[in-house]
């Protein structure tokens, strides 16, 4: 009679504890292939695959803590322990290599949301198991998943993610604090976030509804032109579309962009609303000829009445980038600002009001901006 064969006669007589570290035993001795012969070994296995029928979970899961790291370990003993009870087949899902993307994909659909969670935080996630978690993860698994850098997470996963989750404050968080989001998905992102906010009862409450909506789309606005690209980037043209096909392209988000110094961001909307060359558009825009920039902006279909706003910001930049003058937005803002108002007052015309308030809005923003910048380096000095 083998050890083994001995091992299952006493299990039926011991009590619990005793049949715990029994099955502890057997099973590193398993993992350990030097101790065991390879008939011994199929007896193990076939031992601990009848310990799987064992009514105490306090077995079962002596089985898990001694299997649940080793690539050694027989996969149906595995797969048998992933679906056990949580706390059995929490060890094994979140540990065991031996636990293939096909298992895990079929449990991801019907995994509580717990278990869908160390899914999602294993230190491998490939992008097969990542695009099922996506389109079948409760918002604790999606949390996970973003928060995990070992994860394969690709463009499809993060618009399931969006199409699924986008009402949820933390998951819109952690999209935004994604570097690899498109600049779509980041705008559809920074929209979800915006509606929330002029949607908030409190909000509503506190200001108003008008004024709440207000609010919303200036923080917007803010924010679309704090990650407008600055380079050449393969998503800006179909951020571009985006903001065209939603309505949100609009003069006050180019006034708050060319104000933030975000020239070749405003450079390729041109290009795109006038037809030209993005090319051709900031050669324009680097040159001195006020004219061809007036014309070319009138081809992008903006009003005349804010010609010389764009006018002149481009060249104090222009000044900026050559060197000739040292300002940062704040002071680029104050600028126009101050000449865009003298010509308001000028002209008598009450017309371009809403854009004097946009630019003396937008500036006090860069002043807070600054101040709070300046008080954190302070603290932290």
């Not at 995994?111 to 996630?125: D, H, T």
């Not at 006018?311 to 600028?335: F, K, P, Y």
């Amino acid at each position: 009679m083998t050890i083994v064969q001995h091992f299952l006669k006493w299990s039926r007589a011991a009590d619990v504890a005793k049949r715990a570290a029994a099955a502890s035993a057997l099973a590193r001795a398993y993992l350990q292939s030097q101790v065991m012969d390879f008939d011994e070994r199929c007896a193990a296995d076939a031992a601990m695959t009848l310990l799987l029928d064992d009514p105490s979970p306090k077995v079962r899961l002596a089985l898990a803590e001694a299997m649940a790291s080793s690539r050694a370990a027989p996969p149906h003993i595995i797969a048998a322990l992933a679906g056990d009870q949580y706390e059995i087949a929490s060890l094994v899902i979140a540990r065991s290599p031996v636990l293939r993307d096909g298992d895990l994909i079929a449990r991801v659909a019907i995994a509580e949301p717990r278990i869908q969670v160390l899914i999602a935080s294993r230190p491998e996630v490939s992008n097969s198991l990542a695009l099922a978690i996506s389109q079948h993860g409760h918002r604790d698994a999606i949390l996970a998943l973003l928060g995990n850098h070992n994860a394969k997470v690709c463009a499809r996963c993060r618009e399931l993610i969006i199409e699924q989750h986008l009402t949820d404050a933390d998951v819109r968080g952690a999209l935004l604090a994604d570097p690899d989001l498109s600049p779509v998905q980041r705008l559809k992102v920074m929209q979800a976030a915006r509606d929330a906010l002029a949607g908030s009862p409190l909000v509503a409450r506190v200001l108003g509804e008008t004024s709440a909506r207000r609010i919303s789309n200036e923080a917007a606005s803010s924010a679309l032109v704090l990650f407008a690209s600055g380079r050449t980037d393969d998503g800006v043209t179909e951020l571009i579309d985006e903001l065209r096909a939603t309505g949100a392209l609009t003069t006050k988000l180019l006034i708050r962009a060319i104000c933030a110094g975000k020239v070749d961001f405003v450079a390729r909307v041109i290009a795109d609303l006038s037809g030209q060359a993005y090319t051709r558009v900031t050669a324009i825009f680097a040159s001195e000829r006020e004219n061809q920039l007036r014309a070319l902006l009138e081809a992008a279909g903006l009003a005349e009445s804010v010609h010389s706003l764009f006018t002149h910001a481009i060249r104090i930049w222009r000044d900026v980038a050559n060197g000739r003058l040292q300002s940062g937005e704040q002071e680029v803002t104050r600028m126009v600002l101050e000449r865009f108002e003298t010509e308001h007052l000028a002209a008598k015309d009450h017309a371009n009001d809403d854009v004097v308030a946009l630019l003396r809005s937008i500036h006090l923003d860069m002043i807070r901006q600054n101040a709070r910048k300046h008080a954190l380096n302070l603290a932290a000095a």
